[in-house]
């Protein structure tokens, strides 16, 4: 494709990288304990029901129901049920101290909570000012899950709460899909490593420490192949080094059609590429192909070097990509409607992706300097303004927002 081809909108570009995604199929089987980010292999099922046993939500006393019509009855406290420990059948006219998890006594069939209630040591009798509903504070067993359902599907990405759900019905090893192998390099002459002195025309390399985090984050292992010099043979080389044993190539710079601008043609001497412009600002140019011969060639995506082009272009395109090569389903990120607390007079014909923060009055604030090279814009803001193309701004319009959140976890 030239770069006077008519430029894709995102959805296509998006479309066309997950159509173009082989997910990986390796499996491998972890501890639960260690499954963070990992995405599932297959369908889990609970052999048990959660809870496996009523038991009780509450520190009180488990009672018969109908012991307690009066609404002042004196019981008998025959017993005591701490959790982990199962009572004995309640007899009709006793009452069970228990408390919050233990197994609810044969016979009972209402725990009333202890605020309710009144032990007399000398008599060992409860009073019970209360009027339970059978069933109250009862925690009935399998409640959360059905012994045999399907709790979580293959392609699942697990975080926190999966985990708990899965460890909840007794997996102590999770079948997942292995790790995507993912190489990055970075083009430029003109980056330095944070801790060296910057010479005169340098810049600190920001996008390799942005890119990482991106990448751990996703559960990538990841291999840093450093700064590349800008010129041809050295970023062949790199693009060779980045191919073998790995799914996919990032980098970043180097992918527009100047002088210094060497990862297109590289790419297209080392393995195919596939797409260049896009209808996105910040982010116009992005390099999508595949480097490498033989049965598993590495996907390729060159990101712009423009530090914001380079983490937008990451959350919407490579994100998505990575999820769908890990063998995770790739939603698309909510967009919720908000009012726009700013003017954009300018309509551009690209879509563009303003950073904007909530303000208190619920609406959106927009980042003063919208400029692709201000990387404060991505702290100082919550999230991302999808700006149809051609779309101005009033103030008061409603338009559509993206949480970092939806797009970072
Ligand atoms: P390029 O895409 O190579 O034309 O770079 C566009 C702009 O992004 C230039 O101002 C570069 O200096 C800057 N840039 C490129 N790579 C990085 C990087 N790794 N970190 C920070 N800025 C970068
Ligand atoms: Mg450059």
Not at 160 to 166: K, T, V
Request: charged residues 20%; aromatic residues 6%; negative net charge.
């Amino acid at each position: 494709m030239t770069p006077k081809a008519p430029m894709l909108s995102v959805q296509e570009a998006l479309g066309f990288l997950l159509t173009a995604a082989r997910p990986v199929t390796e499996t491998q089987v972890v501890p639960t304990l260690e499954g963070t980010g990992r995405v599932l292999a297959a369908d889990q099922r609970s052999q048990l029901d959660v809870p496996p046993m009523d038991n009780t939500q509450m520190d009180g006393y488990a009672v018969r129901s109908a012991d307690c019509v009066s609404g002042n009855a004196s019981l008998r406290v025959a017993q005591r049920i701490p959790a982990g420990h199962v009572g004995q059948p309640l007899e009709a006219g006793t009452a069970a101290r228990i408390f919050t998890g233990a197994l609810i006594p044969e016979g009972a069939d209402a725990v009333v909570m202890q605020e309710q209630c009144s032990f007399d040591q000398a008599s060992g009798l409860v009073t019970i000012s209360h009027t339970p509903q059978s069933g109250e504070w009862i925690r009935r067993a399998g409640e959360d899950i059905r012994a045999g359902s399907t709790i979580l599907p293959a392609g699942t990405r697990l975080r926190a709460q999966e985990l708990g759900l899965l460890a909840s019905v007794g997996l102590a090893s999770l079948p997942v899909f292995r790790r995507l192998r993912v190489a990055v390099f970075f083009t430029g002459d003109e980056l330095t490593m944070p801790g060296e002195p910057l010479k005169p025309g340098a810049i600190y390399n920001s996008n390799r420490f942005m890119l990482r985090g991106l990448l751990d984050h996703l559960g990538c292992d990841v291999t840093d192949l450093g700064n590349v010099p800008d010129s041809l043979d050295a970023t062949r080389e790199a693009l060779r080094q980045a191919a073998s044993g790995h799914d996919l190539i990032v980098t970043s710079g180097g992918v527009s059609v100047g002088e210094e601008d060497h990862v297109k043609p590289a790419v297209e001497a080392e393995g195919r590429l596939n797409l260049w412009q896009i209808a996105i600002k910040p982010g116009k140019p992005l390099a999508f192909g595949e480097v490498g011969q033989g049965e598993r060639p590495a996907f390729f995506v060159g990101l712009p070097g423009n530090p914001v082009s380079s983490f937008v272009t990451f959350l919407l395109f490579v994100r998505p990509f990575i999820l769908a090569l890990q063998g995770a389903q790739p939603s698309n990120p909510p967009r919720f409607p908000m009012r726009a607390d700013f003017s954009w007079p300018k309509a551009d014909r690209r879509n563009e992706f303003l950073r904007v923060r909530i303000n208190e009055q619920q609406g959106l604030s927009l980042f003063p300097n919208q400029s692709s090279g201000v990387l404060t814009s991505t702290v100082w803001g919550d999230g991302l303004v999808d700006n149809p193309p051609g779309q101005t701004i009033a103030p008061g319009d409603t338009v559509h927002f993206i949480p970092f959140s939806e797009l970072l976890y």
